[in-house]
């Protein structure tokens, strides 16, 4: 197993998305006292809708969510009201059932939605900005495991994974036809934690190569370079 990877295991989904909840909640509260501001790095897809839903439940009055910033990992080049949106989803699941203001939300998509590149430059603006232009270090990304050992947008085999010093770009992925936003790497790197949540067996063999501790695929490299946080359930973790 990677040295870095902690990886807890629970039966069942549910499980897993009360416990990651729990590590969420107690980060962002340690943050705001620390700091006054706690920043967090959202994933997408179908994956962490369930979480979001129990953090603006039963989470909502377990700290100030409205000193919470919520930026995001990677989106698709869709309007921002579109079903395939991120921000979307994590505005139907999380932000507008905390009642979180629209202020003290991020989407990497702007409505103009014609420019990618223009969008990632602009993005990468709003980062530097409360860095003073270093890279930023967000309290908590929370990332997803591909089958194919992705993370955000970062897929094997893609121009992303060589970039070092632009915190957001444009990733063409041939596998999917088209292109994604996505932090890069240093981004990942520099967090104070970064938690991944993974269901499902189709993610087993994924996993399997973290426990090895393998660095060829991108969620094996952040998972060689840095502690990283693992949040599954039995079918993903292999466990009997």
């Given amino acids: 197993m990677s040295a870095t990877a902690d990886i807890h295991a629970y039966p069942q989904a549910e499980e897993?998305?009360?416990?990651?909840?729990?590590?969420?909640v107690e980060r962002l509260t340690t943050a705001v006292r620390a700091r006054g501001v706690a920043r967090i790095a959202l994933a997408g897809g179908g994956t962490p809708r369930r979480l979001y839903q129990l953090l603006a439940s039963r989470y909502r009055d377990a700290l100030d969510w409205q000193a919470v910033e919520f930026y995001f990992g990677d989106e698709r080049n869709?309007?921002?009201?579109?079903?395939d949106s991120n921000f979307r989803m994590a505005r139907l699941s999380l932000f507008g059932p905390l009642g979180i203001q629209p202020h003290r939300t991020f989407p990497m998509i702007s409505d103009q939605q014609r420019d990618p590149e223009r969008d990632a430059d602009l993005y990468e603006t709003a980062l530097r900005r409360w860095t003073a232009g270093k890279v930023p270090r967000f309290d908590v990304t929370l990332l997803g495991l591909g089958s194919d050992?992705?993370?955000?947008?970062?897929?094997?085999?893609?121009?992303?994974?060589?970039?070092?010093?632009?915190l957001v770009v444009v990733n063409p992925v041939a596998k999917l036809h088209g292109h994604r936003l996505t932090l890069t790497f240093p981004v990942f790197e520099a967090a104070r934690d970064v938690v991944f949540l993974v269901l499902g067996a189709d993610k087993r063999p994924s996993l399997a190569r973290i426990r090895e501790g393998l660095a060829?695929?991108?969620?094996e490299r952040l998972a060689a370079k840095r502690p990283t946080h693992w949040f599954v359930d039995r079918a993903a973790a292999g466990a009997p």
């Fill in 78 to 83: 869709v309007p921002l009201d579109h079903p």
């Fill in 216 to 219: 060829e695929l991108p969620a």
């Fill in 16 to 24: 897993v998305f009360a416990a990651c909840a729990e590590f969420l």
């Fill in 149 to 166: 050992g992705h993370f955000a947008s970062l897929f094997p085999d893609t121009p992303a994974l060589a970039e070092r010093k632009r």
